[in-house]
Structures are given as structure tokens and as C-alpha cells.
């Protein structure tokens, strides 16, 4: 089984074992024992003097210290720094829940359930539900928003345009990502705010008794705009992964295909959408997380509503998310009860995202394994 | 590329006209989506570079600060919140590489077993941490638990848990790209392991590994939520990072957000209707889009002189 | 300065999986010793025992006794890494390190297994190993070039160069010529020739003309069935094994009669 360079390309480089004769082959230690130092007394003879400096010669043994311990240095602290990793997600974990369970104990409603946000005076009475629906509502108008266009831009990168045009075109798409989500904020509500608000009332003018465009008179700031942003956020994430993905399109499908007489629309829905499936739900379901958790834009962008206890199915409401709720409020981090709440709050959002993120690890990892 | 057509018998099978219109209207979706996206990147960039240039052409933009300017003054500088988002990113950067340098190291070199498992899935869960929940986690630790003041390093912790996944998973790439070739070849020499890695591997990888150092400092240079929950804005200079309030460029846009219309004054015995707020807001925009653009060309820049191809 | 190799009862695994099974031989010092036989044999995971570059793969293990002048590589007190310094490697790809000049490549193995060396007995060092590699007359003008700017067969001369420079006892060569042109292969060969001088050399070749031409003797490598693990089939003189082997399988496989 002769081995070639390439098939270590996934295989790690590992310690060499310490000791890797099992020890039935060593049937004679004492003899082993017994000859060492003799080779090792009698091999001086053998350095060579006529070319200096010399390495390795003579007994193999010997010096095995000073390079050794760096070799253990190093292993330690790269495979501490990794332990470090997984240690501060523990923390992260075990910090937010010390930090809200007294603010949810001390909570006169149901915290996951209860529509209310008083935890300013004595007696916080406080619940995430809202939250959890702006949140979900703004997260999926923009994914319903990204995801088409991003399998669009992903099958024109890796399909149709020529080499020296996706390329271009794959980093422009990367810019979007570069900028920073403060500045999509403040661009959404006042620039593009203004310009949709067309759609927004032509939508609920003529769709208005369907629940989800009913009209709350919220002009700018509502859910609508904070998805449409959003959308453009995560659009390059997603973009990145199916690109990725339809990219690795094994050839012979796609020539079987051709050679079925299919058109490039037939070749692409018989061969590399499914292929592709399984990394474009995971890479939506990563543009879902970041929507999740996205901050500043949607701080900048929602109106809060006055009553936001009684929570509408509109995308043309305003609201606030978990992470705009916490924003909107940091700088009134006093009292630990008060800032407990919203901790609490984050708490569920980042529970949120992981679970979000796991999952879509989970559909790329099991796909691996068919690979 | 798809118009081919074809004459003669090999054309018309039954039903091949829908199917043609169907591959057609497919080609002109895909075509569409991508000129959709550019809408809002030029719209964006063209809005904030219209805008900004203004400011941050006017006098003092780079040498003053806002110290006493109000809403209905004009003029005042950025360097105040360019002082303080270099500084912040800058800690951030000095504690993120060598962790995340360390876990690459960890993961290609050496990771095997239940902890570089582990390691990778940590990794990908720190990759889809929301800002504001890593800024939380500080404010916990360092704010309730150990009673400390709000103040610009303890952003710069937060970034930390930004910045690190996006180092680690650049360097882990580039690391699996030095082909097994040039260990072998060094073990052969009899070099140790760990000097294969510092003194090959490493070096044959430097370019990528620069390229994700500065993906990461961009990436973090425009974070606002860690801001809002760790430190004050300070319109006046403020260069200690372990005290008092300071400013940075998001927070500054942030800060004259709060502050957009227009004012009127009075200018001459007339009545003026001035946008001094907004100027300065998109001139706070315009400068952190520079420098995370800067550093984004930076990171192509590095990238293109890579030893390893991708 | 070259050492004896001494083969016994060798087994070598990856995993659980037994990819070569008892192997028995003997390399004498200064000579020239081919590996032959078809792919996937195991001449090359034979060969990557002798310097233990064959562990650094997870899972690979080797049982049995590997001598070096009678002292058991691996041994419990041998450090692999010692073992790699007294036996250098040539690999089937040349692999210049792409970050270092020309003299770097050369001088790497000295720089980087210990710190401190003059830079005159550096200089002295790294042309005594280009000219061994019948390198020095090309490459003497840019020394301080990328290594990678060379061409295959100059690579692979600067890679024996590197190999050299630190004064192993043996050189193993792993298909060093399968990458490289007709040209480039005879100017390996004559240096191969050159080396023996001074190296016990183990080469491993798909090429029956070329063991014909460098070794002094052969070992040739079978499978003993399909999924069964590597043997050795047999190891003679060079003339011998390819005018009268001993074995069928032998004669079979240098007269094409075979697979």
C-alpha cells in the first residue's frame, strides 16, 4: 500500500507514538537492555572525522530534552488554546444564567410567556414573547427576502458567468459583508425607508385584511424595512455557501445531464440543486443566525411601539427584537435586577443562535459524511 | 452562452418551445439577482460617500474632536473616535491572534479526539455569537460580577470573542493548504515538530494568515452593540482605554443619529435651516467605510502574494 | 560514516490494517539497494520504516527490529527525530520549502536542528552539499533566489543537497526521478553513483532499467494476494535478480509477464 502525498491531504500528522512496537515483538528487553550501552560506548569510533559539524551521529538515543520539551510546549499551548475555546462558550453560558435566574425568579409573570416589560420598580413583572416574535417575524421576512436572491447570485457565480467575471463578482458580493451593520442602520431608516414606503402602502392598501400587511400607520420604521436590511445583510453568507457548494458539483452529473439534452435551467434543477441542497439549507440556516442576533441595524431602524404587549402579525408594525431591546436600554444598566432582565433576555437569544447554529453544523457535518 | 441554436431536425421536439422559454426565463432570474444585490451596495456606498464627503474633507476633521459642539454647531473633528476604535481594535487584535493562531495550530497540527471535536464546534458557535450577547457576557463578568467600571478595553474583550473564529477558521484554511510534502520534508531533516510548524509550516503560510488577521480587524473595527452595553460615548478625547467614557466611530454615527433634522439658526439676521448632525453622521460613516474598505483591499493585497495556492 | 541496515521480522500496520508483513533483510554500507516491485506493494511504506517518517501518519505502527549497525531504531530510548537526522530523506516530489532562498534550503536542516552555527561554516557547508548534488555551477550566482524559481531537476538536486548537508549515514530516495525528465534523471543517477561513496543509499523505483543501472542490488515487493498484506519476494545481487531470479514471481514481474 504504497502511500502518495495526496492521500494525507485530510489526514493529520500525528505524534509520532512514543512507543510503537507492541510488546510482543520485544520478546527480548534484557538482551535490548544488555546492548545499549555497548552501542553507545562503541560508536564514537564511527563519527566521522573529516567532515564537521556532524548530527546524529553515533548513538541514537541520547538527547532527547530540549527539543522534546518545546514539542510538549507547544502541543500544550495550542491544544490549551482550544480548551480555552470550548471553556468560554461554558462560561458565557453559566455567566448569563447566574446573572438572570435571580431576575426571572424575582419575575411576577411568566418569563418566556408574558407579554409585559415593567422591571424598573420593585416588582418586575417581564416576558420575552414579543421579543421572541419581532425577532422570528424580522428574521424570517428577511430570509424569505435573501434566499432566492442568493441562490440566484450563487448559481450566476458558479454557473453561468465566465471565470473572470465571477470572480469580480464574488467579491463584490463579499463588500456587503464588509460593511459595518451600523451603517446599513442608519442608511435603511434614512435613506431606503422613504423609498419603500410606496410598496408598504400599496401592500396594505390593496392586502391589508390579510393580517401580516395590515396597516399600523408606522411610517419608516417598521418591520418591513428592518427585513428588507437584514435581507441585504445576510445575503452575502449565504451567497458564500451555496456558491461554495454548487461550485462542487460533481462534473460527471453535471455532463450526464447535458448529455440528457437539458437545457442550462434542466442541467441546474436536475443536478446541481440537488446536490447543492443540503449546504444551501445550512447556509440560509447561518444567515438565519446572524439575522437573529443582529443588533444595531434593527436598533436604528425599528420604531418602538407604544403597546407592545399586544403584538400584531404585521410586517408593517414596529416593535423591538431581543438584541434591540437589550441596545436600547444599555445605557440604563443599573440596578443587577433591572440589568438581570435583560440579561435573561440575551440569555434566550443566544440559546436561540446556538441551537440555529448547531443545526446548521449538523446538516453540513452529517452531509460529510456521505461525501 | 446558452443561446446555442440548433437548425434543422435536431430542433423541434414537441414541447421544447416551453422548455426553452422556461430555460430563458431561468437565465434572466439569475442574471436579475445579481444586479438586484448591486442596488443597495452602490446605493449604500454612493450615499454615504456623497454625503460624508463634506466632513470629512472640512478642517479638523482628522485633528479635532466634538468636545463642546452641540447640534447646532458646525464643524468639529473625528479623531477622538478614531482614537478610540484604533485603540479598542487594537488590544482586541493583540489578544485574538495569538489565541486564535494557537487553536489553528491546534486544530490542523495536533487536534485528534473528542476535544478538537469539541474545539471546531466551539469555534463555529463563537462564529454565530451575536455581538450583543458577547457584550452581555463581559458586562456580566467584569460589571456585575467583579464591580468593575464600564470602559473602552472591556470592548475590546468583547471583540475578542468576535474576532477569534474569524482568525481561526482564515488560518485553519491556509495551515491545511502547506502541503504534507514540506513536513515530511522537514521531519526528514530530523527538525522537531514544533519547529516544523513555527519555522515552515507558519512562514508558508503568513500571507493567508495575515489576510484572516485583517478580515478579523475589519470585521470588528465596525462593531457598534459591544459599545452601547460596555462604555460610554465621549465626545472628547479620551486615549485611556482602561477609564471613563470614549469615543469610536459607531459611536459617534450613533451618537449624531440621535440628532438628525435639521436645525434652524440664525445666521446673518436670516433664518438658515443647517444638517450639521447629519453631515458629521455620514462623515463618521464615510471614514470607518474607508478604513474597513482600506483594510479589506489590505487583506486582497496580502492574499494575492500567498506561497500556497487556494 | 554509512551504516548497515538490518531488517527483521518487520510488520508494519496503519490502523489495524497489516499493509506489510515480514520482512527480513540486509543493506550493507556503501551500496546501492533498489526497490522494485508494482503499486501499492509497500516498497515505499518499507521504505518510510527506516526513518521512521512512517509514524507520522495517525495509526501507523511497525513491529519487529529495525538495526542501524545493530542498534534498534526503534527502541525505546531512540528519538525519531534523532533517527531522521542520521537517516536523510529524498522524496518523489521534489519540495524545496517555498518561503527560502536557495542557500536556505540547503542550510535549513543545520539552522533548524540546531540554533547557532557560524555563517562561514555555513557558507563551507552548503557549497560542499551543492557540489555533491552537482548543483553548485547552476545555482552559484543566485544563491539568495527562491528555491521554488528552479527547475523539477533542479529541485530535486537541492532537495538531495538539503538531505546532505546534514551528513546523514544513509539516504533513502522515494521515486526521487518519477517527476522529473529523461535529462533530469540521469543527472539523479550519476549523482547517485557519486553518493554511494559515502551513503548507504536505499532508492525506491518503478523503473526496472533505472534499478538496473544504480543499484548493486534489489529487493523485489509482491503482494501475496489480493487484500493480502505487502512481502518481500526476494533480495540479491542486482545482475542476478535480473538475469536468474530465484523466484517465479520475480522473473515474471522483471519480464512483464505480469498482472
Not at chain 1, 98 to 104: E, G, K, S
Not at chain 1, 118 to 146: E, H, K, Q
Not at chain 2, 298 to 310: E, H, P, Q, Y
Request: proline share 6%; charged share 15%.
Amino acid at each position: 500500500m504504497d502511500r502518495t502525498p495526496s492521500d494525507t491531504g485530510t489526514a493529520r500528522l500525528a505524534d509520532p507514538p512514543e512507543r510503537s512496537r507492541p510488546a510482543a515483538a520485544g520478546s527480548q528487553p534484557a538482551d535490548r537492555h544488555a546492548h545499549a550501552p555497548v552501542i553507545g560506548s562503541s560508536q564514537p569510533a564511527a563519527i566521522p572525522s573529516d567532515d564537521e559539524p556532524v548530527f546524529g551521529a553515533g548513538t541514537l538515543g541520547g538527547r532527547v530534552g530540549p527539543a522534546r520539551f518545546a514539542d510538549r510546549v507547544l502541543a500544550g499551548l495550542s491544544s490549551g488554546a482550544g480548551a480555552f475555546l470550548v471553556l468560554l462558550i461554558g462560561l458565557v453560558t453559566v455567566f448569563l444564567v447566574i446573572r438572570a435566574l435571580p431576575a426571572i425568579t424575582a419575575d411576577k409573570s411568566n418569563f418566556l410567556t408574558a407579554r409585559t416589560w415593567d422591571v424598573g420598580g420593585d416588582t418586575p413583572d417581564f416576558g420575552v414573547l414579543p421579543l421572541l416574535w419581532v425577532t422570528v417575524l424580522i428574521s424570517l421576512v428577511a430570509m424569505v427576502l435573501a434566499v432566492p436572491v442568493a441562490i440566484g447570485i450563487a448559481l450566476f457565480i458558479s454557473q453561468y458567468a465566465p471565470a473572470r467575471v465571477a470572480r469580480p463578482v464574488a467579491y463584490v458580493i463579499d463588500l456587503l459583508a464588509a460593511i459595518p451593520s451600523i451603517i446599513y442602520g442608519v442608511w435603511g431608516i434614512a435613506v431606503l425607508a422613504p423609498k419603500i414606503q410606496p410598496v408598504a402602502d400599496w401592500l396594505s392598501r390593496h392586502a391589508g385584511w390579510i393580517p401580516l400587511f395590515k396597516d399600523y400607520n408606522v411610517k419608516g420604521g417598521t418591520i418591513f424595512t428592518g427585513g428588507v436590511v437584514l435581507a441585504v445583510m445576510i445575503l452575502p453568507i449565504i451567497t458564500a455557501i451555496g456558491r461554495d457548494v454548487f461550485e462542487r458539483t460533481p462534473r460527471a452529473n453535471i455532463e450526464a445531464a447535458w448529455a440528457l439534452g437539458a437545457t442550462h435551467w434542466e442541467v441546474i434543477r436536475l443536478a446541481v440543486l440537488p446536490y447543492g441542497r443540503p449546504g444551501l439549507v445550512s447556509g440560509a440556516m447561518l444567515g438565519l443566525g446572524r439575522a437573529l442576533g443582529e443588533t444595531i441595524a434593527i436598533t436604528l431602524i425599528l420604531s418602538k411601539v407604544s403597546n407592545a404587549g399586544a403584538f400584531s402579525f404585521s410586517i408593517f408594525n414596529g416593535g423591538e427584537t431581543f438584541a434591540s431591546k437589550i441596545a436600547n436600554n444599555a445605557a440604563e444598566f443599573n440596578s443587577p435586577a433591572q440589568t438581570g432582565a435583560y440579561i435573561a433576555a440575551g440569555l434566550v437569544l443566544f440559546v436561540l443562535t446556538f441551537a440555529v447554529n448547531a443545526a446548521a453544523r449538523w446538516v453540513v457535518n452529517r452531509r460529510k459524511e456521505f461525501a | 452562452m446558452t443561446s446555442l441554436t440548433i437548425p434543422g431536425p435536431l430542433a423541434a421536439a414537441p414541447g421544447s418551445g416551453w422548455r426553452k422559454a422556461k430555460d430563458r426565463i431561468a437565465t434572466t432570474v439569475i442574471y436579475g439577482s445579481f444586479l438586484l444585490a448591486l442596488v443597495p451596495l452602490v446605493w449604500l456606498l454612493w450615499t454615504v460617500l456623497s454625503r460624508g464627503l463634506h466632513a470629512i474633507t472640512s478642517d479638523g476633521w482628522f485633528t479635532g474632536s466634538q468636545r463642546g459642539i452641540t447640534y447646532r454647531d458646525g464643524g468639529g473633528g473625528a479623531l477622538h473616535a478614531i482614537v478610540g476604535t484604533v485603540e479598542q481594535v487594537a488590544l482586541c487584535t493583540v489578544i485574538s491572534v495569538p489565541i486564535a493562531l494557537l487553536v489553528a495550530i491546534y486544530l490542523v497540527e495536533y487536534g485528534r479526539g473528542p476535544l478538537a471535536r469539541a474545539t471546531t464546534f466551539m469555534v463555529d458557535i463563537l462564529t454565530g455569537i451575536p455581538s450583543i450577547v458577547a457584550a452581555l457576557f463581559i458586562y456580566a463578568v467584569f460589571v456585575t460580577s467583579f464591580s468593575g467600571q464600564r470602559a473602552g478595553w472591556l470592548v475590546s474583550l468583547a471583540l475578542v470573542m468576535l474576532m477569534i473564529p474569524v482568525v481561526v477558521r482564515t488560518t485553519e484554511e491556509m495551515l491545511r493548504l502547506v502541503p504534507n510534502e514540506l513536513r515530511e520534508a522537514s521531519y526528514a531533516l530530523g527538525v522537531p515538530k514544533w519547529k516544523t510548524i513555527v519555522k515552515i509550516v507558519l512562514p508558508t503560510a503568513m500571507s493567508g494568515i495575515m489576510t484572516g488577521i485583517v478580515l478579523g480587524v475589519a470585521r470588528v473595527a465596525g462593531e457598534t452593540a459591544p459599545l452601547l452595553v460596555l462604555v460610554g460615548y465621549s465626545p472628547n478625547d479620551n486615549s485611556n482605554l482602561f477609564s471613563g467614557p470614549q469615543g469610536s466611530l459607531p459611536g459617534m454615527i450613533k451618537d449624531q443619529f440621535g440628532n438628525l433634522g435639521s436645525t434652524t439658526i440664525l445666521r446673518g439676521g436670516h433664518k438658515v435651516s443647517v444638517h450639521y448632525a447629519a453631515d458629521r453622521m455620514w462623515g463618521a460613516a464615510l471614514t470607518l467605510i474607508l478604513l474597513v474598505m482600506a483594510l479589506n483591499l489590505l487583506a486582497r493585497l496580502i492574499a494575492s502574494r500567498s506561497k500556497v495556492s487556494s | 560514516m554509512a551504516k548497515r541496515i538490518d531488517a527483521r521480522n518487520l510488520n508494519i500496520y496503519y490502523g489495524k490494517f497489516l499493509a506489510v508483513a515480514d520482512v527480513d533483510f540486509t543493506i550493507a554500507p556503501r551500496s546501492v539497494t533498489a526497490f522494485i516491485g508494482p503499486s501499492g506493494c509497500g516498497k515505499s511504506t518499507v521504505l518510510r520504516t527506516i526513518n521512521r517518517m512512517h509514524e507520522v501518519i495517525a495509526g501507523a505502527t511497525v513491529q519487529g527490529e529495525l538495526l542501524l549497525d545493530g542498534e534498534d531504531i526503534y527502541g525505546a530510548d531512540v528519538d525519531p527525530v534523532n533517527v531522521r537526522r542520521t537517516i536523510g530523506m529524498v522524496f518523489q516530489r521534489p519540495n524545496p520549502f517555498p518561503t527560502m532562498s536557495i542557500y536556505d534550503n540547503v542550510a535549513a536542516g543545520l539552522k533548524l536542528q540546531s540554533s547557532r552555527m557560524k555563517r562561514s561554516d555555513l557558507d563551507v557547508v552548503v557549497e560542499k552539499s551543492l557540489r555533491a548534488a552537482n548543483l553548485w555551477d547552476e545555482v552559484k550566482d543566485r544563491l539568495a533566489k527562491p528555491g521554488a524559481g528552479l527547475s523539477g531537476g533542479q529541485q530535486q538536486r537541492l532537495c538531495i543537497a538539503r538531505a546532505i548537508a546534514v551528513e546523514p549515514q544513509v539516504l533513502l530516495m522515494d521515486e526521487p526521478c518519477s517527476a522529473l525528465d529523461p535529462i533530469s534523471t540521469l543527472a539523479i543517477e550519476d549523482l547517485i553513483q557519486s553518493l554511494k561513496q559515502k551513503y548507504t543509499i536505499v532508492i525506491v523505483t518503478h523503473n526496472m532499467q533505472q534499478a538496473a543501472r544504480v543499484s548493486e542490488r534489489t529487493a523485489f515487493f509482491n503482494l501475496a494476494g489480493v487484500g493480502k498484506p505487502g512481502q518481500l519476494v526476494e533480495i540479491d545481487e542486482t545482475q542476478k535478480i535480473f538475469s536468474n531470479p530465484t523466484e517465479k514471481a520475480t522473473e515474471d514481474y522483471i519480464s512483464g509477464r505480469f498482472g
